[in-house]
């Protein structure tokens, strides 16, 4: 074997509860922003799918926690739905929801597979998000207590708790980018989103503290590292800014204790400074994680400014820099997105050397495609293309660890095919396919390939 993870590797993939869960006539769940926005705003999903029909995984967990055991999983990353969970995000629990958890947790436990919770993966709530979700600061403690409530239900068995899947999305493609609901554009208040954001993690954080509970808490991040075009200072100027605004901005408050002095120093000059109190930077700064989580998947290349940016425009990091399209690329057509395995290689040393070598797993890395059904032959979809993907990412990520890197697992996105936000069920991502019109879920190649890796711990 020339490729082998430690023995107690976290083997597995990631999924979220908006994603996989889908709906039930009388399941007691309250709205969140996605069952609202997929329904009125249609029309931004692809063929319209909804989140009423997501996967099934409300209605199939024990089958499909049975195919997790099937294909070697030890370890499965979901999400609560905080809607399920607390219909209207303050106030009374669901009971519903609370048995369906918990049973998902016991299930995921009795057949060996370690529940790897989350408490917050895009989801607002729509009572909440009327107010103005993590605009308000009335939600960051809907939301402590929300954590509180989950800890108390489900922490006595959960060992491995993540306050944020990938904390700047919710700000920057709600509130700038325009692809998630409300879709604002509007940098101070994707600033002020993502501050609060920071914020409520660390409250969830200190409450999960002081619950004296015995397990691990901490994020999932997306980091996409960055590459300039050139070395001509330009260009290095702009992957500067890139990586300041996109990573340093939430990985430095969470993992240093504090937002970078650049980053201020230009919020300031541009007058873009959300409203941040010195209880906020005192929170932050004592606030520690156990555990980070990295989702890979691209990487950005970036260049010098071709054109000034109009002053009278929207404020955005894209002032600074430029996309670089590299000739030669690799892309992932589906996606549109470059295919750049050593990225994780050079995000495992990032952590290393900038981020005291915290221990971190792979949360999310897969190959998103689109038209899977054309690659079915005897029954299965034959995805060579993704055990090639997740051997070369794997190769990386090895060689980081042989150097040291304390990566403790990985979990590729995603388990079955599930719903995502705005591409609906567009690309393919499981290790199982769902025949979305059929319910029927069938492993993939890639699945009866990992299924065998997981066992040997490895491969040639
Ligand atoms: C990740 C998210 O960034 O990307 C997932 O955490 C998402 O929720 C995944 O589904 C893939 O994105 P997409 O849009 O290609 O499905």
Known sequence: MNIEFPKSFFWGAASSATQAEGRQAGDG??????????????HRFYEGVTTENTSYFYRDYQEDIQRMQDISFNSFRTSISWSRLIPDGIGDVNPKAVAFYNDMIDTLIEKGVEPFINLYHF???????????????????????YAKTCFELFGDRVKYWFTFNEPMIPAEAGYLHDRHYPYVVDFKRAATVLHHIIVAHCEAVNVY???KQEGKIGIIMDVIPVYPRSQNPADLYA?????????????????????????????????QLPGVTEEDIALIGETKIDLLGINYYRPRRVKAKECLPNPQGVFSPEWFFDEYVMPGRRMNTSRGIEIYPKGIYDIAKKIQTEYDNIDWFVSENGIGIEGEEAFIAEGIVQDQ????????HLRYLNKAMEEGSNCLGYHMWTFVDCWSWGNAYKNRYGFYRLDLATGEKTVKKSGLWFKEMVKENGFD
Do not use: C, H
Not at 385 to 392: G, N, Q, T
């Open 209 to 211: 503290r002081e619950s």
């Open 385 to 392: 293309y993704r055990i090639d993907f997740l051997k070369e």
């Open 123 to 145: 989801d607002m709530p729509m009572e909440l998000q009327k107010i103005g979700g993590f605009e308000n600061r009335e939600v960051i403690t809907a939301y402590k207590n």
């Open 239 to 271: 992957a500067e800014m890139a990586d300041l605004f996109y990573t340093k901005s939430v990985n430095d408050a969470i993992l240093k204790g504090k937002y970078p002095e650049k980053l201020k120093e230009v919020l300031v000059k541009y007058d």
């Open 29 to 42: 769940k309250g709205e969140n922003i996605w069952d609202y926005a997929s329904k009125k705003y249609n």
